[in-house]
């Protein structure tokens, strides 16, 4: 942690490491909404490492943190420590700057744990300082980077976050010879992937697969109802969408993306304020994505079924040799436990391996986008990953 002009008090920093591990626990109140803002808490400590008064951000066009925690301390708030999970904003967007609010609350200290990744709203620290408030900047700032790791990706790197999820046969195969796909997990294992769409804001497939499966791509509860808030349906491929498909029906916004660069359906995405795509397949597209080093986490469902033929779980990654495998690593394994009698499936999540640092570089810090077509030594990783 890093303290600002000598200033800064230490005797209150166990109070301050259990208000910013309180302010975490707000900032991840369920129910937030996970896109396209980040989530955020803030608690307003008095000198005695009392709590004065707490906040936390709902989502776009609410108040920010901080200013739901200055709203609810009103003029107790002068004179306070303010710990908050982001470091505080610095321009007008939908709400005013927290910076200047802050200061104008009379608030003497800012402890926060993540600067601000956002080029358009970071500052706010040197907004404070100038203002005299001692500042100090990294507490807990993993935690806090964790809790927002899908946003930090996608302001960092100005795309969307994208999670690539497969459902696979023992021999990793995602569909049979003829061209049957439907199911090759249980239904626990699709249970689990609504679970996980609900957290993405766009769920994105290839035409071959709307045309193949016509799924609705919508997030359903276990009785197959709708859930309110669905993710943007997303189709990529220059072909035609037939008339009809499901995806076209209404339930959710939907979008054709008409590009087969994967980098332009994530640029039009983020112009779309997506922060976070549930890449779903088919297999060509999804191997677009790996190759383009544009995959930052693979969810892989693994069923005890065999087929022996059929599509393989994805297309031509331009691997030719065992030594130039990609070779992701895992984060979780998971039992998804059958229900009515169905086998269990197992989940497997992995993260791109890291690449390895540059020649004569202390510095392990890596480009999070490696396109596979980049001479790279083997084993190559997925690429795409910052961890
Ligand atoms: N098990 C699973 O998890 C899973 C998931 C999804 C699908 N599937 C199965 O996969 C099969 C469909 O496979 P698929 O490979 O045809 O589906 P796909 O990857 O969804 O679609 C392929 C189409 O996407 C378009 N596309 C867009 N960008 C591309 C790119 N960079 N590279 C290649 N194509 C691109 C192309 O169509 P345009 O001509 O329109 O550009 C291409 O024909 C179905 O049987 C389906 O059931 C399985």
């Given at each position: 942690m890093s303290s600002e002009h000598g200033t800064g008090r230490t005797d209150g920093a166990g109070h301050e490491a259990a208000a910013m591990r309180r302010a975490l626990a707000l900032a991840a109140t369920p129910g937030v909404p996970l896109s396209p803002n980040p989530r955020v808490g803030c608690v307003l400590l008095a000198d005695d490492g009392a709590t004065v008064a707490e906040g936390f951000h709902?989502?776009?066009?609410?108040?920010?943190?901080?200013?739901?925690?200055?709203?609810?301390?009103?003029?107790?708030?002068?004179?306070?420590?303010?710990?908050?999970?982001?470091?505080?904003?610095?321009?007008?967007?939908?709400?005013?700057?927290?910076?200047?609010?802050?200061?104008?609350?009379?608030?003497?200290?800012?402890?926060?744990?993540?600067?601000?990744?956002?080029?358009v709203a970071r500052g706010g620290a040197e907004t404070l300082r100038a203002a005299g408030l001692v500042v100090e900047a990294g507490l807990l700032e993993h935690d806090a980077r964790a809790l927002n790791r899908v946003w930090t990706l996608a302001v960092e790197h100005g795309r969307p976050f994208v999670t690539w999820k497969l459902a696979a046969t023992l021999d990793g195969r995602s569909a049979a010879a003829d061209g049957t796909s439907r199911w090759i997990s249980g239904r626990a294992s699709r249970r689990d992937v609504h679970r996980l769409r609900a957290l993405a804001d766009t769920v994105l497939v290839g035409t071959g697969t709307v045309a193949a499966d016509d799924p609705a791509l919508t997030v359903r509860d276990e009785q197959d109802r709708p859930l309110e808030r669905q993710p943007l349906r997303a189709v990529m491929g220059e072909s035609d969408l037939a008339p009809g498909r499901r995806v076209l029906d209404g339930s959710a916004e939907?979008?054709?993306?008409?590009?087969?660069?994967?980098?332009?359906?994530?640029?039009?995405?983020?112009?779309?304020?997506?922060?976070?795509?549930?890449?779903?397949?088919?297999?060509?597209?999804?191997?677009a994505f790996v190759r383009a080093g544009l995959v930052d986490e693979i969810v892989a469902y693994v069923a005890p079924v065999l087929l022996g033929a059929g599509a393989s779980a994805v297309g031509d990654l331009g691997i030719s040799t065992v030594a130039a495998a990609l070779r992701p690593v895992l984060t979780d394994v998971t039992v998804i436990e059958g229900v009515a009698g169905e086998q269990p499936d197992v989940r497997l999540t992995l993260v791109p391996a890291p690449l390895p640092a540059p020649r004569g570089s202390d510095h392990p810090e890596h480009p999070a986008e490696h396109p596979v077509d980049q001479p790279a030594a083997p084993p190559a990783p997925i690429p795409g990953g910052t961890r």
């Open positions: 709902r989502g776009a066009g609410t108040p920010h943190a901080e200013a739901d925690a200055l709203a609810r301390a009103g003029a107790a708030a002068r004179g306070t420590t303010a710990v908050v999970t982001l470091e505080p904003c610095n321009h007008t967007g939908r709400t005013g700057p927290c910076a200047q609010a802050l200061v104008e609350a009379g608030v003497r200290r800012v402890v926060y744990a993540q600067s601000d990744p956002n080029p939907t979008v054709h993306l008409r590009t087969r660069d994967p980098r332009a359906a994530l640029a039009q995405l983020a112009g779309l304020e997506r922060r976070h795509v549930f890449l779903e397949g088919g297999p060509r597209l999804a191997a």
